[in-house]
Nanobody, 116 residues
Framework: QVQLVESGGGLVQPGGSLRLSCAASGSIFRILAMGWYRQAPGTQRELVAAITSGGTTNYADSVKGRFTISRDSAKSTVYLQMNSLKPEDTAVYYC??????????WGQGTQVTVSS
């Protein structure tokens, strides 16, 4: 089992920045990739950014150039640096870990609200 705990959400004005953190614990040696997803009211959950154990990253077109995913392997933590935030970035952000043996794990989510 892998446990994920997100932090760092909040309220920010348009153009502002936030950094989300996702700390993994448990069977972290099984993790193959981690990512951030988001879900706004009335919409489907969508991929924002992901990073593999080898360091390969992938971003949604809507956040390219504004968001950066990174990891601290020593701390088993993945970060999402979000800059130039827009109101349409408002959503609940979830951390996801994909692991061996078809393991898929989700965090509890953290609210990000971009509003003036």
């Amino acid at each position: 089992q892998v446990q994920l705990v997100e932090s760092g959400g909040g309220l920010v004005q348009p153009g502002g920045s936030l950094r989300l953190s996702c700390a993994a614990s448990g069977s972290i040696f099984r993790i193959l990739a981690m990512g951030w997803y988001r879900q706004a009211p009335g919409t489907q959950r969508e991929l924002v950014a992901a990073i593999t154990s080898g360091g390969t990253t992938n971003y949604a077109d809507s956040v390219k150039g504004r968001f950066t995913i990174s990891r601290d392997s020593a701390k088993s933590t993945v970060y999402l640096q979000m800059n130039s935030l827009k109101p349409e970035d408002t959503a609940v952000y979830y951390c996801k870990a994909s692991a061996t043996m078809r393991g898929v794990y989700w965090g509890q989510g953290t609210q990000v609200t971009v509003s003036s």
